[in-house]
T-cell receptor, first 120, second 107 residues
Framework: QVQLQESGPGLVKPSETLALTCTVSGDSISRYYWSWIRQSPEKGLEWIGY???????KYDPSLQSRVTISIDTSNNHFSLRLDSVTAADAAVYYC??????????????WSQGTLVTVSS | DIQMTQSPSSLSASVGDRVTITCRASQTIDIYLNWYQQKPGKAPKLLIYGASSLQGGVPSRFSGSRSGRDFTLTISSLQPEDFATYYC?????????FGGGTEVEIK
């Protein structure tokens, strides 16, 4: 069974960098695309971006100037870096696997979610 | 960006009721629409992908359909464990976007 587990600080100061890592077990990270998604009461569910081991990466344009997603195939994990955070970045952050069936893609495995608070 | 508009935002229903939730895309997304169920404090769970394909392990009382840019999630006979919030998500183009959610409450 595929499992995803995030790790990283739950509290980030304004203007600093949010950094989370998602460790994948039960599957090779080289087989799929992997995403970060966040959820807040104000904005609902928001896709942040995805990465493939080949280096193919896509970000939400509204976050593109501040976000970096990277992948470490040797340790089977991928990471999120979000620079210059503000209160608007406070949310529950999820990592997820993007599965596919033909041309249809979907998020079929999710982490439990980690709450990130932005406060000094 | 493709906007996904869900309706209603909430509904009250009883066990055994047939429940229908609608999602409209702001432009064509072909069949690339997914439905998720989320319970409090948990991650979303995939129910339906490709507008009408049932994810493995999901009960057959859940079904999805498409008519143009309109998509429907139907629960044929609501069960106690189905009280949750449901989200649609378009997978046609990036940025991938979600609907605002429909909370299904106990009447």
């Amino acid at each position: 069974q595929v499992q995803l587990q995030e790790s990283g600080p739950g509290l980030v100061k304004p203007s600093e960098t949010l950094a989370l890592t998602c460790t994948v077990s039960g599957d090779s990270i080289s087989r799929y695309y992997w995403s970060w998604i966040r959820q807040s009461p104000e904005k609902g569910l928001e896709w942040i971006g995805y990465i493939h081991y080949s280096g193919d990466t896509k970000y939400d344009p509204s976050l593109q100037s501040r976000v970096t997603i990277s992948i470490d195939t040797s340790n089977n994990h991928f990471s999120l870096r979000l620079d210059s955070v503000t209160a608007a970045d406070a949310a529950v952050y999820y990592c997820a696997r993007r599965g596919n069936w033909g041309l249809a893609s979907y998020f079929d495995f999710w982490s439990q979610g980690t709450l990130v608070t932005v406060s000094s | 960006d493709i906007q996904m508009t869900q309706s209603p935002s909430s509904l009250s229903a009883s066990v055994g009721d047939r429940v229908t939730i609608t999602c409209r895309a702001s432009q064509t997304i072909d069949i690339y629409l997914n439905w998720y169920q989320q319970k409090p404090g948990k991650a979303p769970k995939l129910l339906i992908y490709g507008a009408s394909s049932l994810q493995g392990g999901v009960p057959s009382r859940f079904s999805g359909s498409r008519s143009g840019r309109d998509f429907t999630l139907t629960i044929s006979s609501l069960q106690p464990e189905d009280f949750a919030t449901y989200y649609c998500q378009q997978a046609y183009s990036t940025p991938l976007t979600f609907g605002g959610g429909t909370e299904v409450e106990i009447k």
